[in-house]
C-alpha cells in the first residue's frame, strides 16, 4: 500500500473538520488524556513489576549460595567415575 500524498492528507483533515467541526479541540483533548492514562496504566503496571522482581530476588540469592556443609551432587560421567562404595544408597 503505498504511503499518503499530501493531498490524502488534507482530504482526511477537511473531512474531519466537517464531521466533528467545532468539537474537534475537545475530541482532540480527550484523545490527549487517554493517551496520557494509558501511559500513567503502563507505567504502573511496570513499576509493579519490577517491586515483584526485586522482593523474589532476595530469597533466590539466598537458595543459589551453596551451603559449606553439603557436597555438590556428582551427575553424568562424574558419578560413573566414582568408586562403587561412594555412590549414595538411596
Known sequence: MPALSPWHLLLIGVVAILLFGNRLPEVARSLGRSVNEFKRGLKEVKDNFDEA???????????AAPSEKSEPTRVGAEAEKQPADQHETR
Open 53 to 63: 522482581a526485586e522482593r523474589d530476588e532476595t530469597p533466590r540469592e539466598k537458595l
